[in-house]
């Protein structure tokens, strides 16, 4: 199932920036939110960091960018400090937003499966309907290139 053309779920989550966020905060602009497993892995540093390098291209064009697990705002803090993430990290500890956005289910994992969260990404339009959806992401570290280009249309 793909959310494209549907009116994005709302949330309500604790940032790393000490606020709570809503899909209604962002009306009119243009929100990239990326799911991803876990702080500080390696897939999870190369994909957060690409979305570091694109960062200021991102907002040149009117795009913010929002990373979100189930970690804590305390595992967030150190991962962005590591790593100078300079967008905001949403803490999912149940899941709801990920269930919400088709991020959280089944997945394999060298051949094994499990339930977790799945790497993946929305694009959301200033209006809060779902341009893009990339349901499974193959390649975490050629990801953040890939939603650039397609913003650049």
């Not at 962002?26 to 876990?38: E, L, S």
Request: proline share 5%; hydrophobic share 35%.
């Amino acid at each position: 199932m793909s959310l494209e053309g549907e009116k994005a779920p709302e949330f309500s989550l604790e940032g790393s920036d000490g606020t709570l966020h809503t899909l209604k905060q962002y009306a009119g602009k243009t929100v990239v939110i990326y799911f991803y497993p876990k702080d500080n892995t390696p897939g999870c540093t190369k994909e957060a960091c690409g979305f570091r390098d694109a960062y200021e291209v991102l907002t040149d064009i009117g795009v913010e960018v929002l990373g979100v697990s189930k970690d804590s705002l305390a595992a967030h803090g150190k991962f962005i400090t590591t790593h100078s993430l300079p967008f905001v990290l949403l803490s999912d500890p149940d899941c709801s937003m990920m269930q919400a956005y088709e991020a959280f289910g089944e997945k394999v994992m060298c051949g094994k499966k499990s339930v977790g969260t799945i790497r993946s990404t929305v694009i959301v339009g200033p209006d809060g309907i779902v341009k893009k959806q990339w349901s499974k992401v193959a390649k975490a570290e050629q990801h953040p290139d890939q939603v650039l280009k397609y913003l650049q249309g």
